[in-house]
């Protein structure tokens, strides 16, 4: 049952990233095309912000899909890594466009040009409204909750949206008071929005990669928790790592009393490890003090 009900929530999960993938992605290009025509930069760098929302989806769709597969001779801990590989080439793209809007958006400073704001506010309303469509399948459809790729991506839809009442507000503000300044400035403050989002993707996937203790983990508690199992003298060479988010691994050496029993300490460790720390492989080795 446990089996049936871990195959359902991937069922739903992929269900709802993909009717968040085809709503989002499909919403960025009306916004990008719309930029253009209406010359917005507001709307470009909205676009440019959903972009983020669209590899977010997508990479966490491949996740899923990949983590599927079986490992191999040549890859004995699995794909997982290709998510965080994913996650850092989208976190640099991220910088290059959050870049090339600022750059932009500072020559608009000097000199605004007209922008047709009626149009862009039609566009970047339907924005808002996908957002909040894509957000709401995933609420429904996706485990959201427990499931830390939705949750990014969920993250991810909700700051876009943010995005896209900052062009509303733009437009407002061109239409009423032909302020054309509004869109530059909220041009930047969207390109802020995308440096800091990309920076914690770049950030994380980094430290992933570089074998870090996962941010959930306390490892003086682990240490202490290891320390507290009965016949337990000492514990050394205690490592806690990820393999992609969620999925942790941990390895150490348990000094024991000659008295105890290696493997009651060992079944006593990896259970008091797996149960309270989300971790899913161990490498627990059990030593006895020399005479």
């Known amino acids: 049952m446990g089996h049936c009900d871990c195959h359902c929530k991937a069922t739903n999960n992929k269900k709802a990233l993909s009717i968040a993938l085809t709503i989002t992605a499909g919403i960025m290009f009306l916004e990008f095309w719309g930029g ?3 010359n917005s930069l507001a709307l470009l760098s909205d676009s440019g912000h959903m972009l983020s929302d669209v590899s977010a989806l997508a990479f966490s769709l491949f996740a899923l899909w990949i983590s599927a597969k079986p490992a191999t001779d040549k890859k004995t801990f ?3 890594r290709l998510e965080i590989l994913a996650a850092l080439f989208n976190g640099v793209t991220l910088f290059v466009i959050a870049g090339f809007i600022i750059w932009e958006a500072v020559h ?8 047709s704001s009626g149009s862009m506010m039609i566009i970047a309303a339907i924005g808002l409204v996908a957002n909040l469509l894509s957000a709401w399948a995933l609420i429904r459809q996706g485990d959201v909750k427990d499931n830390i790729n939705l949750r990014s991506a969920y993250l991810h839809i909700i700051g876009d949206a943010l995005g896209s009442v900052g062009a509303i507000v733009a437009g407002l503000l061109m239409y009423y008071w032909n ?4 869109d530059p400035i909220i041009s930047v403050i969207v390109a802020v929005v995308i440096f800091k989002g990309a920076w914690g993707v770049v950030k994380q996937a980094v430290h992933i990669l570089m074998e870090g203790t996962p941010a959930n983990v306390d490892m003086q508690q682990v240490k202490a928790t290891l320390a507290g199992i009965d016949g337990v003298i000492d514990v050394h060479d205690l490592r806690v790592w990820s393999l992609t988010t969620g999925m ?3 390895c150490c050496h348990l000094l024991i ?10 079944q006593k460790a990896v259970q008091v490890i797996t149960g309270g720390y989300a971790v899913h492989y161990t490498a627990i080795q059990v030593e006895k003090q020399c005479r």
């Open 179 to 182: 302020w054309y300044i509004a």
């Open 248 to 250: 942790n691994s941990l």
């Open 108 to 115: 608009r400073l000097a000199l605004p040009p007209a922008v």
């Open 36 to 38: 253009l025509i209406t």
């Open 257 to 266: 009393d000659n008295g105890k029993s290696s493997h009651a300490v060992l």
């Open 78 to 80: 699995g794909f997982y």
